[in-house]
T-cell receptor, first 111, second 113 residues
Framework: RKEVEQDPGPFNVPEGATVAFNCTYSNSASQSFFWYRQDCRKEPKLLMS???SGNEDGRFTAQLNRASQYISLLIRDSKLSDSATYLC????????????FGQGTTLQVKP | DGGITQSPKYLFRKEGQNVTLSCEQNLNHDAMYWYRQDPGQGLRLIYYSQIVNDFQKGDIAEGYSVSREKKESFPLTVTSAQKNPTAFYLCASSLRAPRNIQYFGAGTRLSVL
């Protein structure tokens, strides 16, 4: 079983749609959770950290369910510029700072 | 501007050759990391360093070497022992754990001639 699992997609949605991505992780000791965005042939960039209480940043909402070891990202009112690969990222626990990256979910927003 | 600079952007390696990828940061981060990304795959950790003059192997360290002589710099050498070096190499840095949001450089694309 992979340490961080994501549906690779692609998710093809029309502009204005709401789309949700899910991610599961296997290490119950993980304490930090993130969503990164990666554009084609570019470096990953932090989209948002994920907190137990859930958090929102504009059109983006992230949720964490520790009991089920499950993280989600919701994008409302999709824009063409949201087209990218979204990486679910989890720390390995302990004090090493090491992160585990999912393989990513690809989103394509169509006009 | 604060950030992470990787060079070169593109690099070609001949058979039997060692090549070195540069990574410099001016974010005053203690920790630095090297990842490899193959098409359609997630990032895999090669080496990481939490402090100057100290570094640890990641998941795929074989065929690679690093040094950390300065806080700002963490160069990666891809040795001739790495038989499949063609990939996208990403350097990242962060504050020390647990404040471990990682920020990435623009990457180096390495190909074999």
């Amino acid at each position: 079983r992979k340490e961080v699992e994501q549906d690779p997609g692609p998710f093809n949605v029309p502009e204005g749609a709401t789309v949700a991505f899910n991610c599961t992780y296997s290490n119950s000791a993980s304490q930090s959770f993130f969503w990164y965005r990666q554009d084609c042939r570019k470096e990953p960039k932090l989209l948002m950290s994920v907190y137990s209480s859930g958090n929102e940043d504009g059109r983006f909402t992230a949720q964490l369910n520790r009991a089920s070891q499950y993280i989600s990202l919701l994008i409302r009112d999709s824009k063409l510029s949201d087209s990218a690969t979204y990486l679910c990222v989890v720390n390995r626990g302990g004090n090493t700072g090491k992160l585990i990256f999912g393989q990513g979910t690809t989103l394509q927003v169509k006009p | 501007d604060g950030g992470i600079t990787q060079s070169p952007k593109y690099l070609f390696r001949k058979e039997g050759q060692n090549v070195t990828l540069s990574c410099e940061q001016n974010l005053n981060h203690d920790a630095m990391y090297w990842y490899r990304q193959d098409p359609g795959q997630g990032l895999r950790l090669i080496y990481y360093s939490q402090i100057v003059n100290d570094f640890q192997k990641g998941d795929i360290a074989e065929g690679y070497s690093v040094s950390r002589e300065k806080k700002e710099s963490f160069p990666l050498t891809v040795t001739s022992a790495q038989k499949n070096p063609t990939a996208f190499y990403l350097c990242a840095s962060s504050l020390r754990a647990p404040r471990n949001i990682q920020y990435f450089g623009a990457g180096t694309r390495l190909s074999v001639l």
